[in-house]
């Protein structure tokens, strides 16, 4: 069974500051997303990871994959207070049952 | 606009009343989902489809059913809800599994009483 765990669950930075959020899981996948959520909203794709070493930025936002320590991470850069939203990964479950595995997500907040 | 269209968005129903959240999506993606979101649980997912007419469970299908008559639609259905099945609905499409980013649709908040 695959199992996704991100750290933290719960993120409170000030602006300005670096921060990177983690992915761990449990069997083997090529296939990482990052999705951001704002409250009362839907799930918005950030980035598409499909390889060992791929790395993608968006603004303030750098993801990346290691799919040999099955670790994904998202960095932030220099946060501001639009970052704030909730962020989860998804694994994609390869072989004979093709499920999206989601993290519980991290909330972030950045106060000024 | 591409887009994911879920209706209702929100729904209050009674233990035991059928009922059908739809789902459309006008991308022609082949991949579809459904998932629940609680809190401290994050998003699971209820079933997906591959394609017309193919559908499998996924972690928590269990009271919900689910069809693929049409490449675009696929709806939801409980055909009992229970007080447990109150969560927040989404579904999602992706061109093909796996390869792509899923798009969402805005989401059905389910009160089951």
């Known amino acids: 069974e695959l199992k996704v765990e991100q750290n933290p669950l719960f993120l409170s930075m000030q602006e300005g500051k670096n921060y990177t959020i983690y992915c761990n899981y449990s069997?083997?996948?090529?296939?990482l997303y990052w999705y951001r959520q704002d409250p009362g909203k839907s799930l918005e794709s950030l980035f598409v990871?499909?390889?060992?070493?791929a790395v993608k930025q968006e603004g303030r936002l750098m993801a990346s994959l290691d799919t040999k320590a099955r670790l994904s991470t998202l960095h932030i850069t220099a946060a501001v207070h639009d970052l704030s939203a909730t962020y989860f990964c998804a694994v994609f479950l390869q072989g004979g049952s093709e499920k999206l595995v989601f993290g519980k997500g991290t909330k972030l907040t950045v106060n000024p | 606009e591409a887009q994911v269209t879920q209706n209702p968005r929100y729904l209050i129903t009674v233990t035991g009343k059928k009922l059908t959240v739809t789902c459309s999506q006008n991308m022609n993606h082949e991949y579809m989902s459904w998932y629940r979101q609680d809190p401290g649980l994050g998003l699971r997912q209820i079933y997906y489809s591959m394609n017309v007419e193919v559908t499998d469970k996924g972690d928590v299908p269990e009271g919900y059913k689910v069809s693929r008559k049409e490449k675009r639609n696929f709806p939801l259905i409980l055909e009992s809800p229970s007080p447990n099945q109150t969560s927040l609905y989404f579904c999602?499409?992706?061109?093909?599994?796996?390869?792509?980013?899923?798009?969402f649709g805005q989401g059905t908040r389910l009160t089951v009483v």
């Open positions: 999602a499409s992706s061109k093909s599994y796996g390869n792509t980013e899923a798009f």
């Open positions: 990871l499909l390889s060992n070493g």
């Open positions: 069997t083997t996948s090529d296939r």
